[in-house]
């Protein structure tokens, strides 16, 4: 799918003030994440971290769980932003949960205004996926 400016500029809009409600207070590293869904609308996330580190949950798979239990099966691409310089991408956990649904573009992008755009098969080439699990 190719994305528009607009639908660029909308994601990382979101995805932004979604980074905003983070609560990072451990890493200091907030995330926002937006989901561009199918019929154009959006679902957004932020990183909720916890004193017992496991239990903390990137943006990326919170933007995820919120479009899921809105009923969304698809998406047509996700924007992350950060601060860091470059643009931070999702790490392994959520690349994995993003290629559960697919291969969509990906937005990584700054505060500083730098955009990269990649893909979710980019980011995990040979994905375990469910055809792995298909024994008959």
């Known amino acids: 799918m190719d994305l528009s400016s607009e639908d660029i500029e909308r994601l990382v809009t979101a995805a932004t003030a979604a980074r905003e409600h983070a609560y990072a207070p451990y890493s200091r590293f907030r995330v926002g994440a937006a989901l561009l869904l199918p019929d154009s609308g959006l679902s957004s996330g932020c990183n909720v971290e916890n004193a017992s580190f496991g239990l903390s949950v990137c943006a990326e798979r919170h933007a995820v ?57 980019s980011l995990l080439p040979a994905a375990f996926d469910g055809r792995a699990l298909d024994q008959g």
């Open 65 to 121: 769980a919120a479009a899921v239990g809105a009923g969304a099966r698809r998406f047509q691409a996700l924007a992350v932003v950060t601060d860091a310089d470059p643009p931070a991408s999702p790490c392994g956990a959520c690349r994995q949960v993003l290629s559960e649904f697919g291969d969509f573009p990906v937005i990584l992008a700054n505060l500083a205004g730098e955009r990269v755009v990649t893909s979710v098969s």
